[in-house]
């Protein structure tokens, strides 16, 4: 079965700190992994997405996640945190069994960012 | 949010009543994606569509029905069997291709009164 594990519910970190969000997934195959952010009462806007390729993907916002099969990771980075990004992160790992593109989802890492 | 909308922002239900969420994208995406939130729970899938005229249940189907008769429309129903559908519904479109990114619209709140 295809899973992912957000392990933290809620992150701190203080302004110009770095920030990482951890990711764990479980997947038959090779995983296909991204990363999304939800604003209060908005849509999931997408961040980056790992396929295949280098193992350090860099996406929007200066957000960059970091894949590691040995770990069976994607955490989510960022080397100076601002306070606007403050919001809920969300893991997902492509569903591979049905054929479909669903996605399964982490159930969600608040990060807040202290000014 | 992109090129998918939702409507409306704000819904509510009286119990025993069925409400349909809208659902439209202009990327002419041929696959279409419900979602429902509840808080600590993420995201869990209601209803998923690959192509016009086709759609498969997700994880928790159980309430909902869907239609896709236009590839830009994926409609979704709450039926009056949903024991709980107090929730923020999120729809999503997606091209074919297994890389293919998910792209989200602004969501739904439904909230049963």
């Known amino acids: 079965a295809q899973s992912v594990a957000q392990p933290e519910d809620q992150v701190n970190v203080a302004e110009g700190n770095p920030l990482t969000v951890k990711c764990t997934y479980s997947?038959?195959?090779?995983?296909?992994l991204f990363w999304y952010v939800q604003y209060p009462n908005r849509g999931l806007q997408f961040l980056l997405k790992y396929i295949t390729g280098d193992n350090l993907v860099k996406g929007s916002y200066g957000f960059e996640a970091e894949f590691n099969k040995s770990q069976t990771s994607f955490h989510l980075k960022k080397p100076s945190a601002l306070v606007s990004d403050s919001a809920l992160y969300f893991c997902?790992?492509?569903?591979?069994?049905?054929?479909?593109?669903?996605?399964?989802f982490g159930t969600g890492t608040r990060l807040t960012v202290i000014p | 949010d992109g090129g998918i909308t939702q409507s409306p922002k704000y819904l509510f239900r009286k119990e025993g009543q069925n409400v349909t969420l809208s659902c439209e994208q202009n990327?002419?995406?041929?696959?279409m994606y419900w979602y429902r939130q509840d808080p600590g729970q993420g995201l869990r899938l209601i209803y998923y569509?690959?192509?016009?005229?086709?759609?498969q249940k997700g994880d928790i189907a159980e309430g909902y029905s869907v239609s896709r008769e236009k590839k830009e429309s994926f409609p979704l129903t709450v039926t009056s069997a949903q024991k709980n559908p107090t929730a923020f519904y999120l729809c999503a479109s997606s091209a074919r291709h297994s890389t293919d990114t998910q792209y989200f619209g602004p969501g739904t709140r439904l909230t049963v009164l």
């Open positions: 569509s690959q192509i016009v005229n086709d759609f």
């Open positions: 990327l002419n995406h041929d696959a």
């Open positions: 997947v038959s195959g090779n995983p296909y």
């Open positions: 997902a790992v492509r569903d591979m069994q049905t054929g479909a593109n669903n996605l399964f």
